[in-house]
Nanobody, 125 residues
Framework: QVQLVESGGGLVQPGGSLRLACAAS????????IGWFRQAPGKEREGVSC???????TYADSVKGRFTISRDNAKNTMYLQMNSLKPEDTAVYYC???????????????????WGQGTQVTVSS
């Protein structure tokens, strides 16, 4: 059974950090490109970052320099390290995978095959 299970969300003050993890089961993560999305209340799902099968990362302008995407193929797990968090980063964050190797058009949710359940990230003082 294919499954993505997320963890690591929570409440953090502005300027703080969180690391999200997404553990995959039922398939081998290294053959898939990986995306992270977020969705704030009343807004569309937004592509935040992607990493290709050759570990080439891509970031949305809104998070560039603050977020880092990575994968650990031995653990079949992907990560999103989020630093210098801002209130506008508040959203439900989702991990997703697709069979494409590259991150071309990574912001299109329809291009992904599997999704995690989402984890809430709240940035507030």
């Amino acid at each position: 059974q294919v499954q993505l299970v997320e963890s690591g969300g929570g409440l953090v003050q502005p300027g703080g950090s969180l690391r999200l993890a997404c553990a995959a089961s039922g398939f081998t993560l290294e053959y898939y490109s990986i995306g992270w999305f977020r969705q704030a209340p009343g807004k569309e799902r937004e592509g935040v970052s992607c990493i290709s099968t050759t570990d080439f990362p891509t970031y949305a302008d809104s998070v560039k320099g603050r977020f880092t995407i990575s994968r650990d193929n031995a653990k079949n797990t992907m990560y999103l390290q989020m630093n210098s968090l801002k209130p506008e980063d508040t959203a439900v964050y989702y991990c997703a995978t697709r069979s494409r190797k590259s991150c071309l058009v990574y912001t299109s949710p329809d291009s992904y095959d599997y999704w995690g359940q989402g984890t809430q990230v709240t940035v507030s003082s």
